[in-house]
């Protein structure tokens, strides 16, 4: 693509934006960080002489074309936390052979500066339109936030939409997403002085840390359980106990699998030692209806469906502090299974140990027929590129396609047979060759949705 190095040069300005989202203020919902990602990558838009459009830092869009319809693609501009362990500076575009690292390089301000530039392509060209053609930027994809919905209140729903938010071929399956928190009103726990792990519910904990009351007789003997479980725990002596720390493995939400749950290993060597009357209700409950598990088989909640497989179920959060004990909950349900009937059974087991459950926020299931012609038009323009099939696939993963009322998939950006970009984890990176690969096909999708 002939606007490769314009591509990495833009995409270097938005990697070091840290668009984590915020506290809000006035005009920025998403705080600062956030809104001056959009604008940036609003203003090179305009640069490139489309128009633009700014809905109240949730979301914007550049525009080409002439029509009554409108058809788009859809990327974000905010990130997860950067967290620790990288080997380069996360803000930092940085180049090794084929690869740039970042954060933002692989999900999602990669794929939005390279929508963006297939949109001046078109421009450049002059190629006529059939309808409009948006890029639209949202603010505020991480979080689950309201962000295209603000944006289409005041806005027409495209037609035809993609996200290049996940990999080819063609998710047009999306599990329900469902984040709840199971909290206590009080810190029950006779040991445990405090807990504390994640950053985000949707990524699988890579550390966790509990300061623990004990004699040096029990602290040996965690010492001894810790070498048997598996799991990398270090111990720190204190003056009346000592402080662990669990190591884990990052990974996205969706694929539980793919990472090492530091804060559930935790508790459950907690459990090897103190009994439940000790460790309080929340601890309790974790380890005897959660335990390592990724599927919620001991909470009673497992399902799994031949459209989109087996529920996935992550503790991203927990923290446990003087007056509060709570953890965070993301689960990924297959699209045939019903939200309400998971949420009323983890909280009546909740309840039997004191505890209260929140509903947080649940997206419901994406499911558009492999039969419909926006899925035609998409594999034919994979095949154009790469002349291999495009084959239709579900999803654990929440992506803004379930926004456009069945109307959308995501498409792109990598390839099945790429090794792990590291999306949600240390070292996030983006191969150029590969990814200019998928420019070219973003473009012929592009192409085709403006004119036929």
């Avoid at 300005?13 to 506290?23: D, Y």
């Avoid at 639209?136 to 962000?147: C, L």
Wanted: negative net charge.
């Amino acid at each position: 693509m002939k606007y490769q190095d314009a591509i990495i040069h833009d995409l270097a300005q938005l990697v070091a934006i840290p668009s984590v989202r915020g506290e809000a203020v006035e005009g920025m919902p998403f705080g600062k960080a956030p809104a001056e990602a959009l604008n940036r990558i609003l203003q090179m838009a305009a640069d490139m002489g489309f128009a633009t459009k700014n809905v109240g830092n949730y979301a914007g869009h550049a525009e080409y074309g002439e029509g009554n319809e409108v058809a788009a693609v859809v990327a974000h501009m905010d990130i997860v936390p950067a967290g620790e362990g990288w080997d380069t500076d996360p803000f930092t575009l940085t180049r090794k052979g084929n690869l740039y690292y970042g954060r933002g390089t692989a999900d999602d301000k990669g794929a939005a500066v390279v929508a963006l530039y297939c949109l001046k392509v078109l421009k450049d060209e002059n190629i006529k339109s059939k309808r409009r053609l948006r890029v639209i930027f949202g603010a505020g994809e991480e979080t689950a936030s309201n962000d295209l919905e603000m944006y289409l209140k005041s806005e027409q729903m495209p037609v035809m939409a993609f996200t290049p938010d996940s990999e080819y071929g063609i998710c047009n399956r999306e599990k329900g997403i469902m984040r709840l928190t199971v909290s206590s009103r009080e810190h029950s726990s006779a040991v445990v002085r405090e807990f504390s792990a994640g950053t985000v519910v949707n990524a699988v904990p890579a550390k966790a840390k509990a300061v623990v009351m004990c004699t040096d007789e029990v602290l040996a003997k965690l010492q001894s359980a810790a070498s048997r479980l598996e799991g990398d725990f270090s111990f720190e002596k204190t003056e009346d106990g000592t402080e662990i720390t669990s190591i884990g493995k990052a990974s996205h939400a969706m694929q539980p699998q793919e990472g090492f749950n530091a804060a559930t290993h935790l508790m459950k060597l907690l459990g090897e030692i103190f009994s439940e009357e000790e460790l309080g209700g929340l601890i309790s409950f974790v380890n005897r209806n959660i335990g390592t598990e990724l599927h919620g088989e001991s909470l009673g909640v497992y399902v799994s469906d031949e459209e989109s497989g087996p529920l996935t179920l992550n503790l991203g959060l927990a923290g446990i502090y003087d007056s509060s004990a709570s953890v965070g909950i993301d689960i990924r349900y297959p699209v045939t299974a019903k939200g309400k009937d998971i949420f009323a059974s983890i909280a009546e087991k909740a309840l039997q140990y004191g505890l209260e459950t929140t509903l947080s926020q649940e997206n419901k299931p994406l499911f558009l027929p492999e039969s419909s012609p926006f899925i035609t038009l998409l594999q034919d323009a994979y095949a154009a590129v790469t002349g291999k099939p495009a084959a239709v696939y579900a999803t654990g993963g929440g992506t803004y396609a379930r926004a456009f009322e069945g109307r959308a998939v995501a498409f792109g950006p990598f390839f099945p047979d790429e090794p792990d970009r590291r999306l949600h984890n240390t070292n996030e990176n983006i191969d150029i060759d590969r990814f200019m690969v998928h420019a070219q096909v973003c473009m012929e999708a592009m192409y085709r949705m403006l004119t036929q």
